[in-house]
Antibody, heavy 118, light 108 residues
């Protein structure tokens, strides 16, 4: 069974940092691009970042570019999101998602809540 | 950046009725890169349709997708109680993935 489990969320002050993890199982992790998607409380979905299978290529939404870094450890089947210089508007549930057919997201984790507040 | 606009914002229907959800893009989207998701409260989104009209694994055939260019539609032929949820369209273009703002399908 394909499974994605996020962790690392919590309460952080504005300007602080947090590192999210996403543990993957049930599929050949290194063969898939992976993504982070977030959802602010009561709001819609927003794509955050992607990384390719071997970690050599990535992209970011403009709102997080220069502050967030995405990486992966294929030996540990784990995806990461390093979030620096956090802002109140970064408060959201962060989902990791597997890149599926035709540029869709075919499997999602349960999400981890990040709250940026003083 | 391609902006996706979903309508209506809320759809109030009864079980057994047909639901038609619209997703309009600010510029042409490749049909291959248009997807639909269902999200229930407290849950992660679930992929329903990809490539505009292809059903994801395990999705009941009462769900169907259609459209091309800038206009896409998700149709639920007969609403079941478990179909009341929020639905999002999503596209890929110019190295960016974007979502519509969502349509809530609620029980009338």
């Amino acid at each position: 069974e394909v499974q994605l489990v996020e962790s690392g969320g919590g309460l952080v002050q504005p300007g602080g940092s947090l590192r999210l993890s996403c543990a993957a199982s049930g599929f050949t992790f290194s063969s898939y691009w992976m993504h982070w998607v977030r959802q602010a409380p009561g709001k819609g979905l927003m794509w955050v970042s992607h990384i390719n299978g071997d970690g050599s290529s990535s992209s970011f939404a403009d709102s997080v570019k220069g502050r967030f870094t995405i990486s992966r450890d294929n030996a540990k089947n784990t995806l990461y999101l390093q979030m620096d210089s956090l802002r109140v508007e970064d408060t959201a549930v962060y989902y990791c998602a597997r890149f599926g057919s035709f540029y869709s997201f075919d499997c999602w984790g349960q999400g981890t809540l990040v709250t940026v507040s003083s | 950046e391609i902006v996706l606009t979903q309508s209506p914002g809320t759809l109030s229907l009864s079980p057994g009725e047909r639901a038609t959800l619209s997703c309009r893009a600010s510029q042409s989207v490749s049909s291959s890169y248009l997807a639909w998701y269902q999200q229930k409260p407290g849950q992660a989104p679930r992929l329903l349709i990809y490539g505009a009209s292809r059903m994801a694994t395990g999705i009941p055939d009462r769900f169907s997708g259609s459209g091309s260019g800038t206009d896409f539609t998700l149709t639920i032929s007969r609403l079941e109680p478990e179909d009341f949820a929020v639905y999002y369209c999503q596209q890929y273009g110019s190295s960016l993935w974007t979502f519509g703002q969502g349509t809530k399908v609620e029980i009338k």
